[in-house]
């Protein structure tokens, strides 16, 4: 039985490394309008929360596929990582559409 989610040896590496681009390329193009435009300065900051939030999320759900399923309480650890992750994502999710509606403003 294998330890962990069965999966090729470098994909976390590759998830990893994905994720970690992706953010660097929307912070920085975040970054480079909030400079842009500073009289909206509330709405970046529920965007940045926003990323904030969804890298804790993939964080949790990182942990919950590379769990060690031959601990006696794989399943339910998995799942309670897996709930974190949902609750980090939800909320992300909601401090953008603040920070969508909060742009919109005239």
């Known amino acids: 039985m294998h330890k962990h989610l069965p999966m090729e040896e470098e994909v976390m590496d ?3 490394g994905g994720f ?3 953010m660097l ?3 920085m193009t ?3 309008l909030w ?4 009289t909206r300065r509330l709405a ?3 965007i940045f929360a926003h990323f904030l939030l969804l890298s804790i999320a993939a964080y949790f759900a990182f942990r919950a596929i590379s769990f060690d399923l031959t601990h006696p309480q794989a399943s339910e650890e998995i799942s ?3 709930g974190k992750a949902g609750l980090a994502w939800g909320a992300g999710m909601v401090c953008l559409l603040a920070g969508i509606v909060k742009l919109s403003r005239r």
């Open 14 to 16: 590759l998830l990893i």
């Open 80 to 82: 309670l990582l897996l």
């Open 25 to 27: 390329i929307a912070i």
């Open 20 to 22: 970690s681009v992706v």
């Open 30 to 32: 975040v970054v480079s």
């Open 35 to 38: 400079r842009k435009n500073r």
């Open 44 to 46: 970046f900051y529920w």
